[in-house]
Every structure is written in structure tokens, then in C-alpha cells.
């Protein structure tokens, strides 16, 4: 269906019920706006097939060549990876690639959105903040078809690459259940991270399965997955006690960990074993972890998203889910 570019903010306004002013700042401003408010906004906007005159121009000229990546940061190893992957598999099928950092802030991720429907890019390949659909309904009212990376959809509505973090908890906890006996905790970033979620409830599945009380597993949440935070952990744990086994939900919080125990006296493994998860090769190459397929979330996406450009208009929606696999080193040998 064509879309509308005669129909302006005032229309949308209408439909909404709320000011021109309004509009204006859902699509400019969003963080100053309630997400209510936005909500109803946007829902205006894809009733009324409602396109920006900024992306108007754009939709005239046609950038069918473009991809768009919406990560939260660059600098983390992890979503590194996954944009070379991307870039890569981009550039094999002649496309380019336009890097959207979001800095893990919902209002600048639909902000960078906003830039992609602007620039009318083709696809967009999205490692979100979160799935709302609210949010990434900036990209599909003008036409963009998408692909979530490290995520799956809360509906069936796009395709996604992810890696099932279940079962990564689970083999991570089995490993330190086996060596070290019942006595674990879970170093975790906040359960609202869907990442965070999953991997915690494999970790008190493979609890389950040994006979034990997955309400006895002992848990410290950090606010952010950072190395710096990890550290911080690691003292306090060190402080209270440390167990014989930890499982730290990313490779980040692993090494901070290890160097605050280092810290406080505790070695690594003789002491407390410790496991991380995503295999980030983030200086310390004796750490066990789990392995997520960086590169290959990244290739998989692109191939999900060109399958979807190039098909008709019955394109059925797909999920490619890796396996991850439990990669053992010195921080917590096989051995007891």
C-alpha cells in the first residue's frame, strides 16, 4: 500500500488526541513525551499510514541498498562481534551498513530509529534495549522490515537470530554443580534484560534436575554487566563468604569478579570456581565460559533479512536459535 505524505501532524494530532506540539516531540523528542501519550501517537501514525516528510523525501528516491544496525554499544566485544558478522554478510550482498549506537537508552534508541526510517533503510537488523513494539513501529510505519539479534520477538511478528540462553545457564550451573558441589551463586544483571531471565532459570533448572532446591540458589544482581561492577561484587562477596562455584551471567562480570577476589585473597580456581558466559576474549583467556556464535548471530541476521526482502509478500516469519556450547579453562577446571 502507497503511503500518505499528504496527511500532516495536525491530522495525526486529531487522531490522537493530542497537540500538533505533541507529534512533533513523539517523533523529535520522545524522552520528554509519557510513553502513553507516545503509544497513542504512534498508534495514529500507522492508522493514518502517516510518514515524516523527512522520510518522505527519502521514500521518493528509494535506498533500497541500505541496512540499518541498531546496537546499545560498540565498544562491548559482544556487540562488536556481531557487527563484524553483519558487515561482512553485508558487504558479500552489496550493501551497506549504517552503525546506530544506542548507549543502552531507550529514548536515543528510537531516536536512531527515527534516523533509519528517515534514510528509508531497506532492513534494520536490532540488538534492542527492549522488543516494545511501540518503539520499533518507528521503523515499520515506513516500510522497513526488520530482524531482532539476541532476542526473539514477544509475538510472531519479524524474524530473529538468538542464542538459548536456557540451556547456556544450564550447562554453565551443571559444570559448577558437577566440580564444585551445591554450593553456587549467580552473579546477574537485572531479570527485567530477557538474557538475564533465561539464563538464571537454566542455571535453577540444572539445580532441579540434581534433586536440589532451586530457591537455595544464592543470587547478587549488579545494575550493570561492566567489569567495573563485577569487581565491586567480587570484594563484597569476598567480604561475606565466597561459595565454591560462581556463574556470572557475561564474561564481563567474570573478570571483574576474579579481580575483586584477587583483591580481598581469593584465588581462582583453588578457592571458588568461577564460569562466565559469551566467550568475549576480554583479557582473560584462562576463563571458562560460554560460547555464543557472535559472528555468525550477525551473518545469520542478514540472511533472515535478505530472504525477507527478496520474498513476496507471503513471507513467513523464522527464529534461527544457536546451541551454546560450555568451553572449559583453568578458571574452573573439569576436575574437583
Avoid at 502507497?2 to 517523533?27: K, M, Q
Avoid at 502513553?36 to 499510514?49: G, M, S
Avoid at 557487527?83 to 531516536?111: M, P, Q, W
Avoid at 536456557?166 to 534484560?193: F, K, M, Q
Wanted: aromatic share 4%; net charge negative; charged share 25%.
Amino acid at each position: 500500500m502507497a503511503r500518505n505524505h499528504d496527511i500532516g501532524f495536525a491530522a495525526v494530532a486529531r487522531r490522537a488526541g493530542v497537540s500538533t506540539a505533541t507529534v512533533s516531540n513523539t517523533l523529535n523528542r520522545p524522552e520528554i513525551v509519557s510513553e502513553k501519550t507516545r503509544e497513542r501517537v504512534l498508534a495514529a501514525i500507522a492508522e493514518l499510514d502517516f510518514v515524516p516528510n523527512r522520510a518522505a523525501a527519502t521514500l521518493r528516491q528509494g535506498n533500497s541498498r541500505l541496512l540499518g544496525l541498531v546496537v546499545p554499544d560498540i565498544e562491548n566485544p559482544f556487540y562488536a562481534a556481531i557487527t563484524r558478522g553483519v558487515t561482512e554478510a553485508a558487504e558479500e550482498n552489496d550493501y551497506t551498513v549504517a552503525l546506530c549506537v544506542t548507549d543502552d537508552d531507550a529514548a536515543k534508541e528510537i531516536r536512531q530509529y527515527q534516523h533509519l526510517a528517515g534514510l528509508r533503510a531497506a532492513g534494520a537488523l536490532v540488538v534492542a534495549v527492549s522488543a516494545d513494539a511501540s518503539r520499533l513501529s518507528q521503523l515499520r510505519m515506513v516500510g522497513t522490515r526488520l530482524v531482532l539479534i539476541d532476542r526473539v520477538w514477544d509475538t510472531h511478528d519479524g524474524c530473529s537470530v538468538a542464542v538459548d540462553d536456557v540451556l547456556g545457564g544450564h550447562l554453565a550451573a551443571e559444570h559448577l554443580l558437577a566440580t564444585r558441589g551445591d554450593d553456587l551463586l549467580l552473579v546477574n544483571g537485572p531479570l527485567s534484560i530477557p538474557q538475564c531471565a533465561d539464563r538464571r532459570t537454566g542455571a535453577r533448572g540444572a539445580m532441579a534436575e540434581r534433586g536440589l532446591d532451586p530457591n537455595r540458589l544464592v543470587e547478587f544482581e549488579v545494575e550493570e554487566m561492566t567489569v567495573e561492577a563485577g569487581r565491586v561484587a567480587g570484594r563484597s562477596l569476598a567480604r561475606r563468604g565466597v561459595p565454591r562455584g560462581i556463574f556470572c551471567t557475561n564474561d564481563l562480570l567474570a573478570v571483574g569478579v576474579i579481580r575483586g577476589l584477587a583483591e580481598e585473597g581469593i584465588r581462582v580456581p583453588e578457592d571458588v570456581a568461577v564460569v562466565g558466559y559469551g566467550d568475549l576474549s576480554v583479557g582473560l583467556s584462562a576463563l571458562t565460559t560460554v560460547l555464543q556464535p557472535k559472528v555468525e548471530f550477525g551473518r545469520a541476521a542478514v540472511a533472515l533479512l535478505l530472504d525477507e526482502l527478496r520474498a513476496d509478500e507471503h513471507h513467513e516469519h523464522s527464529s534461527t536459535l544457536f546451541a551454546p556450547e560450555l568451553i572449559i579453562r583453568e578458571s574452573a577446571p573439569a576436575g574437583r
